[in-house]
C-alpha cells in the first residue's frame, strides 16, 4: 500500500502563487510517476503533470505548461507543485496521484486539497 497525503491548499487571490506538498509513504517503488491532477466542481479530474520518482523527468498539460512546476524531495519523500499567477478558473480540489511505471492507470490517490482562487 501506497499512502498519499496533500497538503499546502488555501484561499487566494487571482495572481498569487501557492506551493502544494503530497507526502508519499508506504511500500513505494523508485521506479514511479507521481502526478498532481485537479477536479473543479461539476467537471472530471484533469491531469495536471507527473515527474518520475528516479530521473526527475517532468510532463505537463498544455494549460498549465510554464505557470506549474512539480518537483520531488527524495529526502523529504514528498512531491510539490508550485502554481504561479492563480486564476478563478484554477478553483479545484487537488489530488496527488502515484502509478508504477508499466502500469497504465494511477492505483493510490492523496484526499485532496481545496485551492479557491479569489477575484
Known amino acids: 500500500q501506497v499512502q498519499l497525503v496533500e497538503s499546502g491548499g488555501g484561499l487566494v487571490q487571482a495572481g498569487d502563487s501557492l506551493t502544494l506538498s503530497c507526502a508519499v509513504s508506504g511500500r513505494t517503488s523508485s521506479n514511479c510517476f507521481m502526478g498532481w491532477f485537479r477536479q473543479a466542481p461539476g467537471k472530471e479530474r484533469e491531469f495536471l503533470a507527473h515527474i518520475t520518482w528516479s530521473g526527475g523527468k517532468t510532463f505537463y498539460t498544455n494549460s498549465v505548461k510554464g505557470r506549474f512546476t512539480i518537483s520531488r524531495d527524495n529526502a523529504k519523500n514528498t512531491v510539490n507543485l508550485r502554481m504561479n499567477r492563480l486564476q478563478p478558473d484554477d478553483t479545484a480540489v487537488y489530488y496527488c496521484?502515484?502509478?508504477?511505471?508499466?502500469?497504465?492507470?494511477?492505483?493510490?490517490w492523496g484526499q485532496g486539497t481545496q485551492v479557491t482562487v479569489s477575484s
Open positions: 496521484g502515484y502509478r508504477s511505471v508499466g502500469t497504465p492507470e494511477y492505483e493510490y
